[in-house]
């Protein structure tokens, strides 16, 4: 094929692929139950030049890209929607600068955002977001799906901390957005503009991020309960309260005991629910929130128990991380959706879940950030079995259209991509998907970044 040698002679034989057997694990991505098409090629740009090239490349031929991290995403974003080329952006992997001065950090889109944070610690600093899957997740694929994370309730996503953007948008042409000022208002928004885009609009080449000081204290609770009501009651009562904890963590009764199945730790298997929560900050302030926390959930007849120390403190969040991994292992195929609801709403989105489950015979395991309202309802499928899989995504609809009714959105972390595309008119309607196709053409005339996306 004409334009692959053409692509192969600007890059250098080593930076592309083009076996089957090579091209076939890009595909997919970490997202399940969705129609895959297997690239052309992939390649392995080194430098912000060798994108600008691939991107005039494809132009030239009217070829898709795909940009790509590691693929930890749960969307479909990465997969690609028709015949193109994959473009794996993990060796543009460096940590260009951290900046005391000016308490920034300015890294290529394949740094692994806990590379990050290890490289910032021994300053005192850190950068807050923290997906699950922050020891694999790259930073330019955090930023293009503005990935959230435990931290998220008092910290916020990743759109918080995006100071500047460098990307090549679908002309070839090389931008920069934002930059190191804490103010900047010269003219439109675009570096949030790109957090969150999924690709359609440029491939990320260089990310200015603000860093905070670490917190210097912290404390940790278990909550037991044995009613879902009652965790959902005390999650908006401690938020009520005027205490915005670090993390507020829900786990359902499924969920508990396929992690206690999977980890052995000790968790408690009958409880209907169990609550995670973490205050940090100066020690005064933590002191003060813990009191009201405790109280909170034992007005709510919630047994609470606090890590001494922490190996204890690590023993609790390892529970919840193990979350995905452990549900994951009970069937061939895990959907893990993202719907995300006010948090005064979530009592009500729990209970809904639970009439879903019911209705559809299906086994559905809820964790997540309950206290942004981001949860995770879990489906325990096999996309082999039709009947079942038709349950499924009837299940999955309902799921969507309540947390709409209940004034949520699509997702709070995991993005649209291709899984929820066909959702997105229930959210922004016509004039509002219409708006994503022009604003997408302003940069991508040619529809050639991660065409199929998000509209």
């Given at each position: 094929m004409e334009a692959l040698a053409k692509l192969e002679k600007i890059l250098g034989s080593a930076k592309i692929k083009t076996q089957t057997e090579e091209l076939f694990v890009y595909g997919y991505d970490a997202t399940a139950g969705l129609k895959n098409q297997m690239p052309l090629a992939v390649v392995f740009p080194e430098s912000t030049e060798e994108v600008v090239e691939i991107v005039k490349w494809a132009n030239e031929y009217k070829i898709p890209l795909y940009p790509r991290g590691s693929g930890t995403n749960l969307s479909g974003g990465t997969i690609p929607a028709a015949k193109g080329v994959v473009v794996e952006l993990n060796r543009l992997n460096k940590i260009l600068e951290i900046d005391l001065d000016n308490l920034t950090a300015t890294v290529e889109p394949g740094v692994i955002?806990?590379?990050?944070?290890?490289?910032?610690?021994?300053?005192?600093l850190i950068y807050p977001p923290d997906p699950g899957t922050v020891t694999t997740a790259t930073m330019g694929g955090s930023v293009a799906e503005?990935?959230?994370?435990?931290?998220?309730?008092?910290?916020g996503v990743t759109k918080h901390y995006i100071m500047g953007i460098e990307a090549v948008i679908g002309t070839g042409e090389l931008l920069k957005f934002g930059g190191k000022t804490v103010k900047n208002v010269t003219g439109y928004d675009l570096p949030a503009l790109m957090v969150g885009s999924e690709g359609t609009l440029g491939i990320i080449t260089k990310i200015i991020v603000k860093l905070i000081p670490a917190p210097v204290a912290k404390k940790s609770f278990l909550?037991?309960?044995?009613?879902?009501?009652?965790?959902?009651?005390?999650?908006?009562?401690?938020?009520k309260n005027r205490v915005i904890p670090a993390t507020l963590e829900i786990m359902d009764q499924t969920t508990i005991r396929t992690v206690e199945k999977f980890k052995n730790i000790g968790l408690p298997v009958n409880a209907q629910a169990i609550l995670l929560v973490e205050s940090d900050g100066y020690p005064e302030q933590v002191e003060m929130e813990a009191k009201i926390i405790r109280q909170v959930l034992e007005k709510n007849r919630g047994e609470v128990s606090e890590a001494k120390n922490d190996e204890e403190r690590e023993k609790l969040w390892e529970a919840r991380r193990a979350a995905l991994p452990a549900l994951a292992q009970v069937s061939p195929t895990t959907v893990l959706e993202d719907a995300t609801v006010p948090r005064s709403q979530v009592p009500a989105m729990l209970k809904k879940l639970k009439e879903i489950s019911e209705k559809y015979n299906l086994i559905i395991g809820t964790f997540g950030h309950a206290g942004d309202g981001n949860l995770h309802p879990t489906i325990l499928t096999d996309e082999t079995n039709r009947e079942e899989w038709q349950r499924v995504e009837k299940a999955v609809e309902e799921i969507f259209k309540a947390a709409l009714e209940l004034?949520?959105?699509?997702?709070?972390?995991?993005?649209?991509?291709?899984?929820?595309?066909?959702?997105?008119?229930?959210?922004?309607?016509?004039?509002?998907?219409?708006?994503?196709?022009?604003?997408?053409?302003?940069?991508?005339?040619?529809?050639?970044?991660?065409?199929?996306?998000?509209?």
């Open positions: 955002i806990n590379d990050l944070n290890e490289a910032v610690k021994p300053y005192g503005c990935s959230g994370g435990l931290r998220g309730l008092k910290y909550a037991v309960f044995n009613s879902i009501d009652d965790a959902g009651n005390a999650i908006a009562e401690i938020i004034g949520g959105t699509l997702s709070g972390e995991h993005g649209i991509g291709m899984a929820k595309n066909r959702f997105l008119l229930w959210e922004m309607g016509e004039a509002g998907v219409n708006l994503l196709k022009r604003l997408k053409l302003a940069f991508d005339p040619n529809n050639i970044l991660n065409p199929g996306k998000m509209a």
